[in-house]
Nanobody
Framework: QVQLVESGGGSVQAGGSLSLSCAAS????????MGWFRQAPGKKREGVAA???????TYADSVKGRFTISKDNSMTTLYLRMNSLKPEDTAMYYC??????????????????????WGQGTQVTVSS
């Protein structure tokens, strides 16, 4: 099992920046991919960014060039730096991880939102 705890959400004006962190514990050695997802009220959950154990990354088109995902070497801490925030970025942000699959599954499991382990979420609110 893997436990995930997010921190760093809050409120900011449009154009501002926020950083999110996610601490992973438990059987973290089995993690091959971690990512951030978000869900706004009345909308479907969407993938924001993902990172593989080798450090390769992918981003949703809506956040490319504004958000940066990173991690520590041991896959125990995940980060999301969010710059140039827009009101449409307002959502609950979730850290998630998947384990016990080949590395090649990283992007498909992120795209399908089928990670095995999820945090409780942290709220990000961007005002105009």
């Amino acid at each position: 099992q893997v436990q995930l705890v997010e921190s760093g959400g809050g409120s900011v004006q449009a154009g501002g920046s926020l950083s999110l962190s996610c601490a992973a514990s438990g059987y973290t050695g089995s993690i091959y991919c971690m990512g951030w997802f978000r869900q706004a009220p009345g909308k479907k959950r969407e993938g924001v960014a993902a990172i593989g154990r080798d450090g390769s990354t992918t981003y949703a088109d809506s956040v490319k060039g504004r958000f940066t995902i990173s991690k520590d070497n041991s896959m125990t801490t995940l980060y999301l730096r969010m710059n140039s925030l827009k009101p449409e970025d307002t959502a609950m942000y979730y850290c998630a991880a998947d384990a016990n699959r080949p590395n090649s599954y990283c992007w498909t499991t992120w795209a399908d939102g089928i990670y095995g382990f999820w945090g409780q979420g942290t709220q990000v609110t961007v005002s105009s």
